[in-house]
C-alpha cells in the first residue's frame, strides 16, 4: 500500500476546533428545526388549552362572588390580555355578560353546541371533555380560519363559550424555521471566522505547550545521558582516591585532575544547555539589545582572547580584513556564535592546521565565515548536526569535552533574529558562516 493511501490526511487543530463549532451551531439550528417542525403545534395548542381552562376558572369566581360589576370587568380583562371572545347566558338565556359588541355569532354557536349534532362533524376536532364542558378546535367553513373553543356549563348554573383565534401552526413553524436557518447562515460565517481566528490562537497555545512539553521530555533525556559519562568517572575516581592511592601523590593528583575536568565540562555543558533552553523557550526580547556594531572589530577582539587557545593547538589564524563593517544586531549573541564557530574549528584542525575568518557583504547582509583545514563532514550528517546532544565523532568530542550543544546554540540564535546560517565542505576542510544585518 502506498504510504499516501496509507496515512490519513492529518487535519491542522484550529480547522478541528472551527469545525466543531460550526458543527455545533448546525446543530443546534437543526434540532431547533425539528423541535418547530414536529412539537411547536403541541406546545402551542397546549397553551392555548391552559389560557382557556385560566380563564373559565376566573370567570367561575367572579361569578360566585355574585358582583356582575366585577364579572363584566373581569370577562374584559381575559378579552384584552388574551385575546378572547367570552359569553355568559344565564340559565334563563338571558345574556350576563359578553365581551364582543355582535354577539349574534357567539350565541348561534353556543346553541349549536348545546342543542345541534352530538357528533362531531369533519370541521371540529375534540381536544379535552368533562362533566362541565368541552374544549375542541372548530375550522370555519366559510373562512377557513380555526379557532379554539370551549364551552359548557358554570359551576354557579348558566352556560358559557369562550373562543380564540389558532394561528397556522405549520405556517408559523416554517417562518420559523425559515428564519432560523437564515439567521443560521449568517451565524455560521460569523462563527467561521471568528472561529478560525480563535482556534488558531488556542492551537498556537495547545501546539506552543505541546512543543514544551517534548522539548523538555528530550531536554531530560539528552542531560540525563550526557551526565552518565562525567558521573561515572567522578564516581570511579573519587573511589579510587579513597581505595587505592592514598599513598601515591602522583596517582591522587591525576585522580584530582580528572575529577576537577569532569566537573568543568558538567558545568560548561548545564551553562550551555541554559542559555540554549532561554533561546529555544523565547525567555529574551530578541530586538531589545539590537545596536550597531563593528563585526570586524567584534572578530578582532574575539581572535586576541583566544590566543592562548589557538597557540595550545598550534593553530595558523588568517584575517586580513581591516576595514570597519558596521552590522545591526545583538554583538553578545553575534559573538557567541562566532566564538562556538571558532572552538569547532580549534577542536577539529588537521593537516595544515589553519583556521581562515572572512568578512564578506552581500546586499543588505554580512557573512562571516569561519574555515578550518580538517576532514569533511559526512553528507548524512550535516542536517543533524544542529540538534542537540547530535555528535559526528563521539570519541573525538568526548576527547576535547565538547558537549554537543554549540552548533543548537548557533541555531536558536540564528533562528531567533530570522538570520542564515549553514555550513559547507570545501575540498581540505570545513567552512560554518552566519550572516547579520548589514543595514545601517
Request: glycine fraction near 6%; charged fraction near 25%.
Amino acid at each position: 500500500m502506498n504510504r499516501s493511501n496509507s496515512e490519513k490526511v492529518k487535519i491542522p487543530v484550529y480547522m478541528q476546533i472551527a469545525l466543531t463549532f460550526l458543527g455545533l451551531i448546525v446543530l443546534v439550528i437543526g434540532a431547533s428545526v425539528l423541535v418547530n417542525t414536529f412539537f411547536l403545534d403541541q406546545y402551542y395548542l397546549k397553551q392555548k388549552v391552559n389560557v382557556l381552562k385560566s380563564a373559565y376558572s376566573q370567570i367561575n369566581d367572579a361569578i360566585a362572588a355574585d358582583d356582575n360589576e366585577e364579572l363584566t370587568l373581569e370577562v374584559q380583562r381575559l378579552s384584552d390580555n388574551y385575546n378572547l371572545s367570552v359569553m355568559v347566558l344565564s340559565e334563563s338565556m338571558g345574556m350576563v355578560v359578553s365581551s364582543v359588541s355582535d354577539t349574534n355569532m357567539l350565541e348561534r354557536q353556543l346553541y349549536r353546541n348545546l342543542f345541534g349534532d352530538k357528533e362531531l362533524d369533519g370541521s371540529e376536532r375534540l381536544i379535552e371533555e368533562t362533566d362541565m364542558y368541552k374544549i375542541q378546535i372548530r375550522s370555519d367553513v366559510m373562512t377557513g380560519d380555526q379557532y379554539i373553543e370551549m364551552w359548557g356549563v358554570m359551576d354557579q348554573g348558566g352556560v358559557f363559550i369562550i373562543r380564540s383565534a389558532m394561528d397556522s401552526i405549520a405556517e408559523s413553524a416554517a417562518i420559523s424555521n425559515r428564519f432560523l436557518i437564515y439567521i443560521g447562515l449568517i451565524a455560521g460565517v460569523i462563527s467561521i471566522i471568528m472561529g478560525f481566528a480563535a482556534s488558531k490562537k488556542i492551537a498556537r497555545d495547545v501546539a506552543r505547550k505541546t512543543e514544551i512539553d517534548e522539548m523538555r521530555k528530550e531536554f531530560i533525556s539528552n542531560v540525563s545521558h550526557e551526565l552518565k559519562t562525567p558521573i561515572a568517572l567522578i564516581q570511579g575516581y573519587a573511589e579510587g582516591l579513597k581505595d587505592c592511592v592514598n599513598d601515591d601523590d602522583e596517582s591522587r593528583d591525576f585522580y584530582c585532575d580528572v575529577i576537577t575536568d569532569e566537573a568543568a565540562k558538567m558545568n560548561t555543558m548545564v551553562g550551555k544547555l541554559l542559555t540554549l533552553n532561554q533561546l529555544e523557550f523565547g525567555y529574551e526580547d530578541v530586538n531589545a539589545s539590537f545596536e550597531e556594531f563593528d563585526v570586524v572589530a567584534m572578530v578582532r577582539g574575539y581572535i586576541q582572547s583566544a590566543d592562548i587557545l589557538i597557540k595550545q593547538h598550534e593553530a595558523t589564524v588568517k584575517f586580513d580584513d581591516s576595514t570597519p563593517v558596521p552590522v545591526w544586531g545583538d554583538e553578545f549573541k553575534a559573538e557567541e556564535v562566532f566564538n562556538n564557530y571558532f572552538s569547532n574549528a580549534l577542536n577539529h584542525l588537521s593537516g595544515e592546521r589553519i583556521i581562515e575568518i572572512f568578512v564578506k557583504k552581500r546586499d543588505n547582509k554580512v557573512r562571516v565565515s569561519v574555515y578550518n583545514t580538517g576532514e569533511n563532514i559526512p553528507e548524512d550528517a550535516i542536517d543533524h548536526i544542529w540538534e542537540k546532544f547530535y555528535k559526528v565523532d563521539k570519541a573525538r568530542t568526548r576527547e576535547y569535552g565538547g558537549s554537543g550543544v554549540g552548533l543548537s546554540i548557533v541555531k536558536a540564535i540564528q533562528d531567533s533574529v530570522g538570520e542564515k546560517y549553514g555550513v559547507e565542505n570545501k575540498p581540505d576542510g570545513v567552512e560554518f558562516y552566519f550572516e547579520l544585518d548589514g543595514k545601517h
